[in-house]
């Protein structure tokens, strides 16, 4: 008897555990490899994949994801769809005066991916006359068309950017403005990508490009905001997110300032 006692007082303290497990349902755009992707067998897999099961192991939530254009995934959130953008998603000024923010997770440098020997430069005296694709409703395709489109250079949008290195392939792009870790393992590491490269430094302008990615929140859910910073913290403070961005994005100082 005592043993059946023990044994259901185990089984109620596990049933109590997982009732407390809150859920979280992250929204994403899945077509942007390192960051999120499917393989294969139709599985999710990438860096901000294995960041967000991290996170929930973290802060003791049970995750589900849920798939949306990158250029809807703000309506998708402010609609209720999911709970928390986790989509490789910079904070800026323009998103956060419509939603929130957890604090900031990882940063990655946005450069220009060009032909090699065409002698361009991620600037506007550069590209002028050129045509250069961007992931529509990123803050490389705010920055293109702020910086460059103004000054003669055509910026082509796309809700996908496989889309976008297909079209450079063929040679209807000259270039593309992305993220650095996206543009080297969704592009330059693959056959497709032989014969381009990056061009010229990372272009810069905090305002437009953001101070870190983070996750996208409705910006009445501060409980759930503070949540997800305890559990960032401890995956920064644990060296999780180091170790994560060594093995997807090797060579790429992925830190942010404190």
Aim: charged content about 25%; glycine content about 10%; proline content about 3%.
């Amino acid at each position: 008897m005592k043993k059946m006692n023990a044994l259901f007082l185990a089984l109620g303290m596990l049933t109590s555990v997982s009732a407390l497990a809150e859920n979280l349902r992250y929204g994403l755009e899945s077509q942007y490899p390192p960051f999120e992707s499917r393989n294969a067998q139709g599985e999710l897999e990438g860096f901000d994949i294995e960041l967000g099961k991290a996170i929930c192991r973290a802060g003791n939530f049970t995750c589900s994801w849920v798939e949306s254009s990158f250029d809807a995934l703000i309506p998708a959130l402010q609609a209720k769809k999911f709970d928390a953008i986790n989509s490789a998603m910079n904070i800026t000024e323009a998103r956060a005066k419509s939603i929130g923010f957890t604090r900031p997770i990882y940063r990655i440098p946005s450069m220009l991916v060009a032909k090699e020997g065409e002698k361009l430069a991620p600037t506007a005296e550069a590209l002028k006359g050129k045509n250069i694709g961007v992931l529509q409703g990123s803050i490389q395709e705010t920055y293109a068309k702020q910086h460059w489109e103004t000054q003669g250079v055509t910026v082509t949008s796309y809700q996908d950017q496989n889309q976008v290195y297909n079209d450079m392939v063929a040679g209807r792009l000259d270039g593309t403005l992305v993220m650095s870790a996206a543009g080297q393992s969704g592009f330059l590491e693959k056959p497709q990508g032989k014969g381009f490269a990056f061009v010229g430094r990372p272009v810069e302008d905090d305002k437009i490009l953001g101070t870190g990615i983070g996750f996208g929140l409705r910006k009445d859910d501060a409980q759930l905001k503070q949540k997800l910073d305890a559990a960032i913290e401890k995956v920064q403070n644990d060296g999780t997110v180091s170790k994560l961005a060594k093995k997807f994005f090797p060579g790429i100082d992925v830190s942010v300032a404190k």
